[in-house]
T-cell receptor, first 116, second 111 residues
Framework: GAGVSQSPRYKVAKRGQDVALRCDPI?????LFWYQQALGQGPEFLTY????????KSGLPSDRFFAERPEGSVSTLKIQRTQQEDSAVYLC??????????????FGDGTRLSIL | GENVEQHPSTLSVQEGDSAVIKCTYS??????FPWYKQELGKGPQLIID?????GEKKDQRIAVTLNKTAKHFSLHITETQPEDSAVYFC??????????FGTGTKLQVIP
């Protein structure tokens, strides 16, 4: 497929466990974003990568959240010592990089994380 | 930071009627305004976008208008169909593509 792919689609974990969520962006897309979407709300920005460089992580809720994109393609969002308030849909988006001009972001279908 | 307000939160229209969703933003530096449609269990899908140097854009049954002075923009859907039923999000983007979303409008088109 040519779209953004996220896995797993659903993840259930016990409070205190660590989880890892994966994002495969559209081939050739330089920019990659992670968002958190609570039930009934709009997506909220977590972090942004340009290639392998994490340029903004201001939206990460706490130091339990960590994201990486080591080779500038696939990205992983890791949450350590999960808590119930981490339950949400985690969305990944990618876009072409354009010098000084915003480009549309293409979203995956997300990972629904439930913390028991 | 940017703040985007969206209303109404829910909207019911009869099939064939028009639907209008309105948004306001706070950061005058925002220059790109995408609209997304989200169906249950799916990620947001871009349906139309507008840049700050344009006042209006149309794509078949969908149109967006932007008033930079007043910092508000709107989505218009004409001749609504049941498959238009979904949650719609407006968004504002400035700088390096950081997107701030509105709170969403749940549109129901009644056959």
């Amino acid at each position: 497929g040519a779209g953004v792919s996220q896995s797993p689609r659903y993840k259930v974990a016990k409070r205190g466990q660590d989880v890892a969520l994966r994002c495969d962006p559209i081939s050739g897309h330089v920019s990659l974003f992670w968002y958190q979407q609570a039930l009934g709300q709009g997506p909220e920005f977590l972090t942004y990568f340009q290639n392998e460089a994490q340029l903004d992580k201001s939206g990460l809720p706490s130091d339990r959240f960590f994201a990486e994109r080591p080779e500038g393609s696939v990205s992983t969002l890791k949450i350590q010592r999960t808590q119930q308030e981490d339950s949400a849909v985690y969305l990944c988006a990618s876009s072409l990089l354009s010098q000084g001009n915003n480009q549309p972001q293409h979203f995956g279908d997300g990972t629904r994380l439930s913390i028991l | 930071g940017e703040n985007v307000e969206q209303h109404p939160s829910t909207l019911s229209v009869q099939e064939g009627d028009s639907a209008v969703i309105k948004c306001t933003y706070s950061d005058s530096a925002s220059n790109y305004f995408p609209w997304y449609k989200q169906e249950l269990g799916k990620g947001p899908q871009l349906i139309i976008d507008i840049r700050s140097n344009v006042g209006e854009k149309k794509d078949q049954r969908i149109a967006v208008t932007l008033n930079k002075t007043a910092k508000h923009f709107s989505l218009h859907i004409t001749e609504t169909q049941p498959e238009d039923s979904a949650v719609y999000f407006c968004a504002a983007t400035g700088g390096y593509q950081k997107v701030t979303f509105g709170t969403g409008t749940k549109l129901q088109v009644i056959p």
